[in-house]
């Protein structure tokens, strides 16, 4: 079959049924005839007068809220036509006895399919490979048959698959051979969060990492700016700021401005930040005690004034009450533009680490694209004394470099499941694909560690089946890990 296909008619099913199979929640559609496997069409969405069944029976309770949602949006006049599909088989059913099982795996209940099949004698089941349209049309309503001429024909793709060719295949054969589904609680839950995607970003990632499990979609969610995080872009330009921006703000108010922002940046990176020490005229700008001692000193403005190390020094000595813990504390100083020589003198003698807003902005940045993946003692060992921008820039370079290597390997357990058919993966024939492939250097032990921690409940990205060694152990995709921008 050639990449693009020349439609002119439309499939008519009601809207619900279209955003279910648009969801790759079900792969199937009931049809009023018999058709060839090979037929290709558009999805018209028609209104729920299609069905013989008020909706509330028509269709699962779980799925009732996304139902009613894409019923109401149905124009009476004209319909918007997102996807195209290729039927890749028809089962013409007639045995009641089938009819809880395909329930099961589909959005319609048991009683409307019952009615149906009472009705009209025959249930013919089309499975449906989907497709999306590289641009939605909109085609006037017709209503005289469920296919229906389109007003001219339409060339599309096979460029953007609602479901991978292995993820298909996986569920048109659960379909066929009617096995239950393996995550009926998964299901629920993710039928529980319809109607919290809509306002909700954490919700709808939670949405569609569990599609993604459930093997309901290869769609990779792109990734909203969360607005409780837009404070985040502003960490540099409050520490570097001149007096034109500062106009009807006092010295002090501009930097305890940027105090708060470095404390919430802290925060957010994992220190414990203790709210004791807050500042102010004559006292510590921030301290943290955990997960160690670090006590800062934050510089709003154009440049870092000569004497802030001997500050540090003296705010720290005389407020931490104990020499010992000022002495083990990791001491910093956070400000703009380039230090004097006489401060980075001072920052080397008293053993203190100096950089700049941007850095900070940096880190945060990192801590938000992947969290937790900042390690605060790993980051420790970069924080040198003097001026230690490049240093911190080295190690935000190896963590986006150490999670592109986890990406690929997520991506690579993906396409070789993809590529083969099988249904999971060994270490040793993951290791020699790799090694094809790529020109990080791993030996096959140094894989499976990663393989395991990708497959650690807390993250997800893959799972695994525990074998008797680590030779036999076997691992299979679950969701994608998104390959940092470096």
């Known amino acids: 079959m050639s990449n693009y296909v020349l439609i002119n008619t439309a499939l008519r099913l009601p809207a619900a049924d279209i955003e279910a199979l648009l969801q790759g929640r079900m792969i199937a559609a009931m049809l009023d005839m018999f058709i060839y496997p090979g037929r290709q069409f558009a999805l018209c969405p028609a209104d729920a007068s299609m069905n013989l069944l008020p909706i509330e029976h028509y269709y699962h309770s779980g799925f009732l809220p996304v139902a009613q949602t894409s019923l109401a949006k149905v124009n009476a006049e004209t319909a918007l036509i997102k996807a195209w599909a290729r039927c890749e088989l028809c089962e013409t059913l007639n045995d009641m006895k089938s009819l809880a099982a395909l329930s099961s795996l589909t959005i319609w209940t048991q009683e409307a399919l019952q009615e149906i099949l009472k009705q009209r004698q025959n249930i013919f089941l089309a499975y449906l490979r989907v497709y999306y349209l590289p641009i939605a049309i909109q085609v006037p309503v017709k209503k005289n048959s469920q296919f229906v001429a389109l007003p001219q024909p339409v060339t599309v793709s096979q460029a953007k698959p609602v479901l991978s060719d292995r993820l298909f295949a996986i569920r048109k054969h659960q379909l066929e051979t009617r096995q239950p589904p393996l995550h009926p609680e998964l299901e629920e839950l993710q039928s529980a969060l319809a109607s919290l995607t809509i306002t909700n970003p954490a919700a709808k990632q939670l949405d569609q990492d569990i599609k993604g499990f459930l093997g309901w979609t290869t769609e990779e969610l792109i990734q909203q700016p969360d607005p409780d995080l837009a404070w985040i872009n502003n960490i540099a330009a409050l520490g570097d700021r001149s007096k034109e921006q500062d106009q009807g703000k006092s010295n002090y108010q501009a930097g305890t401005e940027f105090e708060n922002i470095v404390r919430k940046s802290l925060e957010f990176l994992g220190f414990t930040v203790d709210y004791f020490h807050k500042g102010g005229a004559g006292g510590v700008d921030v301290f943290c005690s955990q997960p160690y001692p670090l006590i800062g000193e934050c510089k709003a403005g154009k440049k870092i004034p000569n004497d802030t190390a001997v500050q540090l020094l003296n705010l720290g000595t005389l407020r931490l009450q104990s020499q010992e813990l000022f002495e083990q504390a990791t001491k910093?100083?956070?400000?703009?533009?380039?230090?004097?020589?006489?401060?980075?003198?001072?920052?080397?003698?008293?053993?203190?680490?100096?950089?700049?807003?941007?850095?900070?902005?940096?880190?945060?940045?990192?801590?938000?694209?992947?969290?937790?993946?900042?390690?605060?003692?790993?980051?420790?060992?970069?924080?040198?004394?003097?001026?230690?921008?490049?240093?911190?820039?080295?190690?935000?370079?190896?963590?986006?470099?150490?999670?592109?290597?986890?990406?690929?390997?997520?991506?690579?357990?993906?396409?070789?499941?993809?590529?083969?058919?099988?249904?999971?993966?060994?270490?040793?024939?993951?290791?020699?694909?790799?090694?094809?492939?790529?020109?990080?250097?791993?030996?096959?032990?140094?894989?499976?560690?990663?393989?395991?921690?990708?497959?650690?409940?807390?993250?997800?990205?893959?799972?695994?089946?525990?074998?008797?060694?680590?030779?036999?152990?076997?691992?299979?995709?679950?969701?994608?890990?998104?390959?940092?921008?470096?």
């Open 332 to 486: 910093l100083i956070i400000g703009p533009g380039e230090p004097t020589t006489q401060l980075k003198d001072a920052a080397k003698v008293h053993s203190m680490t100096i950089i700049n807003p941007e850095t900070l902005e940096k880190l945060v940045k990192l801590q938000t694209s992947y969290p937790n993946s900042v390690d605060l003692f790993q980051l420790k060992e970069y924080l040198k004394v003097g001026q230690s921008d490049q240093e911190v820039e080295k190690y935000i370079t190896k963590v986006n470099q150490d999670i592109k290597l986890r990406s690929q390997l997520v991506q690579l357990v993906k396409k070789y499941l993809e590529n083969t058919g099988f249904e999971r993966a060994s270490v040793d024939s993951l290791h020699g694909a790799f090694s094809a492939t790529s020109f990080y250097k791993l030996q096959p032990q140094e894989m499976h560690e990663i393989l395991i921690e990708l497959s650690s409940p807390l993250t997800g990205y893959l799972g695994r089946i525990k074998g008797e060694n680590w030779r036999r152990d076997r691992f299979y995709f679950l969701r994608d890990l998104p390959t940092p921008e470096i």
